[in-house]
């Protein structure tokens, strides 16, 4: 066999590792019954190490150089396979088993510290913790390496070419026409749940089903459960489940919570089944993948056609949305109001959420800013952009996971999910005909083919940016978010 | 570290692996899409493979015989450990590769031809593979070695030390007193399903958890999970999960079925949880598996006192059952009438259908009988056996997929398992003060007592016959079974 043959054989027996990993986690957020969970951690773990000798092992490394001695021509299927194995082996190797092992210590003992200290809304228990991971943070870079900002290793972990020098002027052009458009619709907007009603789990679940489907979402490869964080995740080329949570008095939570899940599924269905377990049959990056997810929730289910197509069927299945009319409905799932926690933001303020963290994300790792100074950066740059006074660290600073994992560098590819949704969906207006005809007869085939065509079945062969400019002419922007939101939201 | 530590770590990392492959198993029978089957074999593959190259490994067999050259004292924990790793070590590794080959390859095409002969009613069909199947069952035999009967060499692997001179009397005997005991019920019995009526699923699914939860099923470390065949599995020390399967017509299928699959899981919930992976921590056999479930699902659930106690909480979750008085539902519940399929036999005419298949292949292994000949065997015997003629081979000769599996052996620990129920209740009756009376209260707790200190907590430590001397004060006997059947089932 020659070493591409022996890359090919030793990722996919990887996969059957991972994807297994992928079943077991899957069973534990649905089914896993409490007394389970010791046990089910010392399978998974056994798994990961496997799959980590597996991936790191030396007869890797002497494969990936055979090839790239070889060489193999731009547009063959070898050369980004090859490209992303060895980033990922860089990325696995490049760390001494006695760094990884101090990292997973210290995010175990700050997730911990974390939940106490958000509990208390006491930033003080967690802050020497984080700055522990700060300081590893800072060292996994220059393990990594990087050009520019110690930042940019860190992102590359979750979105391969990201770079603060990239992002910083378009998210500073999508922060100032944010801060604005909040400012003009905020002003107006009542208080409370406009659309709160009785809505049992089983009827949600009826019309949830009926949309996922109507999106082109396959049942046969896939299924939705309940879990309290809603997910997706591939457990194997035509296994692509998805999840979501209930509020009987909310509908639109579960509901808009699936068209999410089902934008993941979709893409995780439409990539090359045959190529499963190598990059070519993979997602391209977090940021592609939420752009798939936020352009079904949002642009196509946020949207007036999409409830002047689907009001009758909810009504239908949902019997006490009959209090609504779709004008009552639109109105309020596309309601905007500042609002402390980014889990739970609308669609504008949303952006606003991660533009916050990300610029303190790169001040901490850049060295500009200290972690004992957060609680009163995070408060006063909140009171700048949303103009609400941030009440307590539990629904400030503390709020959010991440940081207690040692995960800096994710923050962004949320925003980036939107923008490229953005610029996917102006690129697809203008390249099928009579697309605002079909979405509002229901018909999501075109928009689905055509993501299809540009994105999935690329798998990871074109770097984010690069695919994005293929499908729509450009690099991420962030100019068609900007005029998506005005023009849906704008009040002038 | 010693030969016997590295034993038990070696096995609690096949253990790892082998639980997993339990948990993919168990989502396949549950919850997998459609499309995702081809996957997950090749999933389950890997992972049977990988454990078995564990189990086998040459080194294991280099750290059993330092152990052995040791030797151990009869009652530690070492012994019954390092004796059963030998015991399924050399299962595993007499089989030359090539053979176990051949053998799965044959089964594989048997499986195949068996669905269409049954489908078809057509032996014909099946008859040449049923021909290899045996005679590599035969050579099977020879391979892993025996005293007086091959069959004793297939039986080994799911009941380790039966044998055929030690069954064949106990067979013999309870083969004589079921015969005329179903000829003398048997004419009486009314035709149709005394107690069918509307039973809704969630009805049932609310009865059938009271009942588990009372019989001190942990749902903790447990839940019930709908399959096409009920099932109990082990997915770690504290994950036994049971499946059930409903008929909205006749509320008594899932009832039965939760209480025979909880009797499992009773047993692996009663298992020293810190031995998990290595035979302490294991059940004892098939047989002494079996005797667990049709304990609490005949003994228990199929009696007067049962309904005596539960009838009034059953209305209350199954209001259509208000028609039928607590007399009629016992009735109906042990309703005996010979038929044609095992699987829905009653408890006095289930055996027959055991020692039937017994006696045939015993017949087919030792050489008496030949494969051509069977349907008519079969249909000759089961009319002397039932007193009715079998009208084809679907429903006759036909009907079990164990043959096509290859698993010749298997069928007698279904019958060991109600001599071994019924010789434990005697016993579990004499030992236990005022047991009938806390049966009647619905109290399970002592029963569930005596049955985890003379049975459970023993795990692999001793071999079956010596296990039910040893709670019972003599080997598997027919004689128990026999007074139960006709002090519940005698008319006279």
């Known amino acids: 066999m020659d070493p591409y043959q022996k890359l090919v054989e030793r990722f996919k027996e990887v996969q059957l590792l991972r994807s297994t990993s992928a079943i077991l986690e899957w069973d534990e957020q649905t089914y896993l019954p409490k007394k389970a969970v010791h046990y089910r951690a010392d399978q998974l773990s056994y798994l990961a190490s496997k799959a980590h ?113 990239y992002l910083k002027p378009i998210f500073a052009e999508l922060k100032s026409a944010l801060v604005d458009l909040v400012q003009a619709i905020s002003s107006g907007t009542p208080d409370g749940e406009p659309l709160a009603g009785n809505y049992p789990i089983a009827e949600q679940q009826t019309f949830n089903r009926q949309i996922a489907t109507a999106l082109g979402y396959d049942f046969d490869g896939g299924r939705i459960d309940t879990t309290t964080h809603p997910f997706a995740t591939s457990l194997g080329p035509n296994d692509q489940r998805i999840t979501t949570r209930y509020d009987e008095t909310l509908f639109q939570m579960s509901l808009y919570g699936i068209m999410h899940e089902t934008g993941h599924g979709l893409y995780e269905q439409g990539l090359p089944k045959e190529a499963f377990g190598t990059p070519l049959g993979s997602a391209a990056s977090l940021g592609i993948h939420e752009s798939q997810s936020r352009l079904w929730e949002n642009h196509v289910g946020r949207s007036a056609s999409f409830w002047d197509r689907w009001h009758t069927d909810a009504v239908r299945c949902l019997p006490d949305l009959h209090r609504f009319d779709p004008g009552t409905v639109i109105r309020g799932v596309q309601q905007v109001r500042p609002s402390f926690i980014r889990v739970e933001a609308d669609e504008v303020t949303y952006d606003l959420h991660i533009l916050l963290r990300f610029e303190i994300e790169v001040g901490l790792i850049e060295g500009k800013i200290a972690v004992r100074d957060l ?36 923050f962004p590819t949320y925003t980036l999910g939107n923008l490229n949704a953005a610029q996917l969906m102006n690129r697809a207006s203008s390249d099928i005909a009579g697309l605002n005809d079909s979405l509002a007869g229901g018909e999501y085939r075109p928009l689905l083919d055509w993501l299809r065509n540009k994105i999935h079945r690329h798998g990871r062969r074109y770097l984010p940016n690069d695919l994005m400019a293929r499908a729509t002419g450009a690099p991420t922007q962030a100019k068609y978010r900007i005029e998506y939101l005005r023009e849906k939201y704008g009040r002038s």
């Not at 509990?119 to 991971?133: D, I, M, T």
């Not at 930042?151 to 990201?162: C, I, R, T, V």
């Open 375 to 410: 609680p009163a950066i995070w408060n006063e740059r909140f009171a700048a952009l949303f103009g609400i006074k941030v009440p307590n660290d539990r629904v400030g600073v503390l709020q959010d996971i991440h940081w207690s994992l040692g995960a800096l560098g994710y």
């Open 53 to 165: 000798l597996l991936s790191t092992a030396s007869e890797v490394g002497d494969w990936l150089t055979a090839c790239e001695r070889a060489g193999y021509a731009e547009d063959s299927d070898e050369a980004p396979n090859v490209y992303h194995w060895r980033h990922d082996y860089d990325l696995a190797t490049k760390l001494p088993v006695t760094f990884v092992e101090e990292f997973e210590r210290t995010a175990a003992l700050a997730r911990e510290a974390w939940k106490e200290a958000r509990q208390a809304a006491n930033f003080a228990g967690f802050q020497p913790h984080l700055e522990k991971v700060i300081d590893l943070s800072k060292q996994k870079a220059d393990l990594f390496g990087y050009k520019a900002s110690p930042y940019d290793a860190l992102m590359d972990q979750f979105e391969p070419g990201a770079t603060v020098s």
